[in-house]
């Protein structure tokens, strides 16, 4: 029996990793450790919930005496660490917020990990399941640590760091803590930097979702500047998948960059949404062109991400395993068929939040 335990497990993200390490691996007991913030929602997991192996743990990183109890009950082989504030528009008007959660929590989260896995004398010896590793931590990083594009290139796992967001530095600063104690302490770690992600569960204040749920309500659909921001996208599920082999499969000390393969400007992926949502919904092709409103750029925006997963697609095989278009409509499907579930998000905090500001990506 391993104990895993995943923070942000309530999230958009985290949840789909939950449930990939709760299906694929019925031996090991998998602890959701996570805080609730207004992006936590373990509605996520109802599917999972009752699952013999699976455990949700409410906790905070930023405060290390409520991770240590976490750590003392279940003594932990393994951390896969995704809490994080996420949102590029958030980080702009609370940086400190970014800072405390993603710098600070992440610190808090690699001095527990370090003193358990030096205590426990399994930790010496043990054989993690696929490898000869004994102990992991494994930290969910972005792209957006690599900083900008022109208009051709892309990133690579030794492309230099220059990060532009409080959001960005924050998840830059947190990779170089986790490679730093790799290198001062031997503490076994695999980072991986991930494009964006799309899906069911992605909270609404994100492009994709954003768009979805105005378009359902009549609303604006907001693009920044001209809409020629570019990004590439990645299927949730096929991000959780990458994370699940990469956690079994890859050397320690690896860092590898997931996506897929798949640059949108943004005015085009929400021309491709509306395309998919007027079919599905029955509207007249392009009725929903309408809503587009462009509205005043975000401060120091960058232009363009592109990740290169070559060395993850020819090292252990990984590639996406749906086109953007399937999944848009995968994800469209999703929506619409747990209306409920956006209703609840919607409401009450995330109300107010929305009416401050217009969020993008
Ligand atoms: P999210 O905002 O949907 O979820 C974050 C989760 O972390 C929530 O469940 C929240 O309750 C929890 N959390 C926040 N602060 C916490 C704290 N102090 N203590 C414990 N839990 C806390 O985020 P997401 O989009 O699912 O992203 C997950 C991770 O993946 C992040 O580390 C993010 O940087 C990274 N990532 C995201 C994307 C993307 O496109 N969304 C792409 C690449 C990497």
Partial sequence: MKNIIITGGAGFIGSHVVREFVKNNPNSKIINLDALTYAGNLENLTDI???????????DITKPEELRKVFEKYN?????????????DRSITDPNAFINTNVNGTANLLNLAKEFWTLNPDHQHGNFPGNERDF?????????????????????EDT?????????????????LVRAYGNTYGMPFIISNCSNNYGPNHFPEKLIPLCISNILN?????IYG????????????????????????????ETYNIGGWNEWKNIDLVKELIKQMDAKLGNPAGFSEAL??????????????????????KELGWKPSVTFEEGLGKTI?????????????????????????YAND
């Fill in 49 to 59: 919930e009752n699952e013999p192996n699976y455990v949700f743990e409410k906790a």
């Fill in 76 to 88: 932990p082989d393994a951390i896969v660490h995704l809490a994080a504030e996420s949102h590029v």
């Fill in 136 to 156: 992991l931590f494994y930290h969910v990083s972005t792209d957006e640590v690599y900083g900008s594009l022109g208009e051709t290139g892309f990133f690579l």
């Fill in 160 to 176: 230099a760091y220059d990060p532009k967001s409080p959001y960005s530095a924050s998840k830059a600063a947190s990779d170089h």
């Fill in 218 to 222: 009549g609303k604006p659909l907001p």
């Fill in 226 to 253: 001209d809409g020629k921001y570019t990004r590439d996208w990645l299927y949730v599920v096929d991000h959780a998948k990458a994370i699940h082999q990469i956690f079994n499969e890859a050397k320690t000390g």
């Fill in 292 to 313: 587009i409103t462009y509205v005043k750029d975000r401060p120091g925006h960058d232009l363009r991400y592109a990740i290169d997963a070559t060395k993850l697609n």
């Fill in 333 to 357: 499907d999703w929506f619409l068929e747990n209306k409920e579930w956006l209703d609840n998000v919607t409401s009450g905090n995330y109300q107010d939040y929305y009416a401050s500001q």
